[in-house]
């Protein structure tokens, strides 16, 4: 059962950061560097300056601070905090941060990847009865010891906890086997198919690959030409069929706008036509919410295994999980992290029972 108190009592970033008397250094620029100014404003938080990696410095200016080089404010500023406004995935750069962090007072701050809010205590106190539903509904004591340390990360924007509920990838919680019907929502440049082939020893029924980005899709196609039992859907996934408007961001970045440029829209339930699938992954920047909604009716009839990325809006961690259980009561529920700074990679399994 989960304590609200032991949250209540931890000690948040937001207030340290507050009332420190030391000057505080964004590390990072770009979007996730305007959120974190954002922040600072809305909360009274001083911004001493900005700095980034050595070979991102060429006497640039972001926001008018002058990017400055981390051995330089070492130098001159005796004892100071940092901010980290990127996500670092790659082994190497979590080693620099943590190189870092091991001379300096730093804070990871858990900001949204798409949208507003803050997993403040405050919200932490006005959702604490559906977090503390999501608690008791998860299947293993490895998701509840991984779930309490995202909350206990996400209010002190410590790098401790989130460390503590990294898991190592590989861990067969899917038991893919050789006859899946697999459905990739968030294809890229398919990636995430050669995970799965390799998960299956290239054996499987068939594919379903969904990728927005036109650029994106053009690879898909060319890296899948050879395959066999594949169809390729070049547009978004939403609740139903439509278009949207979107503006590409680089990489796996796709966002809704409405001045960018219009793609078709499908709903999981219109792609399959009523047809079964048996393992459905969902990382699309988001849209996560959109696609359960239009996917409910194979959720019910089929119980797909679901691989959902829940770290990219600041309720995705308990409200899409209740959202899988409310249509299917069935699943086994499991949360993984894994390596990342901030928390993003963070999954739910939801497993057939």
């Known amino acids: ?3 609200i108190n032991k949250f209540l009592s931890l000690e948040s970033y937001l207030d340290v950061l507050k009332i420190t008397d030391e000057p505080i250094f964004i590390y990072g ?5 305007l959120k ?8 009274g938080i001083p911004c001493a300056g900005i700095f980034a990696s050595d070979e991102f410095v060429r006497d640039k200016v972001f926001e008018e601070h002058k990017i400055r080089r981390l051995s330089e404010i070492e130098a001159n500023v005796d004892k100071f905090t940092i901010a980290l406004a990127f996500g670092a995935g790659y082994e190497e750069l979590r080693e620099k941060i943590d190189e870092i962090a ?3 007072r730093l804070f990871v701050p858990d900001m949204p990847v798409i949208g507003d809010g803050l997993f403040t205590k405050e919200y932490l106190q006005e959702n604490f ?3 503390s539903e999501v608690y008791e509904l998860l299947h293993d004591e490895q998701s509840k010891f991984c779930f309490e340390k995202l909350i206990e990360y996400k209010i002190t ?11 190592i990838p590989g861990e067969n919680i899917l038991n893919l086997g050789s006859n899946e019907i697999y459905m990739d929502l968030g294809a890229y440049t398919g990636d995430t198919i050669v995970a799965f082939l390799k998960a299956t020893d290239r054996k499987y029924q068939r594919i379903y690959a969904v990728e927005p980005d036109k650029r994106n899709f053009r690879k898909l196609s060319e890296n899948t030409v050879f395959m066999s039992n594949i169809r390729l859907i070049n547009a978004a996934i939403g609740s139903e069929d439509g278009v949207t408007r979107v503006l590409k961001g680089g990489g796996r970045m796709i966002r809704r706008s409405d001045e960018g440029v219009e793609i078709p829209v499908r709903s999981v339930d219109s792609i399959l036509d009523g047809n079964n699938c048996s393992y459905i992954k969902m990382d699309i920047e988001g849209e996560e919410r959109a696609a359960l909604i239009g996917a409910r ?7 797909p295994k679901l691989n959902i990325a829940i770290y990219h809006r600041v309720g995705d961690l308990f409200e899409l999980p209740l959202m899988v259980h409310e249509m299917n009561p069935g699943y086994k529920l499991f949360i993984r992290h894994y390596p990342y700074y901030p928390a993003w990679d963070t999954n739910l399994y939801a497993i057939p029972d």
Do not use: V
């Open 102 to 104: 091991m001379r300096h």
């Open 36 to 43: 974190l100014l954002r922040i600072f404003r809305e909360y």
């Open 157 to 167: 924007g410590r790098l401790e906890p989130l460390r503590a509920c990294e898991s």
């Open 297 to 303: 009716n194979t959720i019910e009839m089929y119980s």
């Open 129 to 131: 009865d559906k977090i």
């Open 29 to 33: 620029m770009g979007d996730g560097c």
């Open 1 to 3: 059962m989960l304590d």
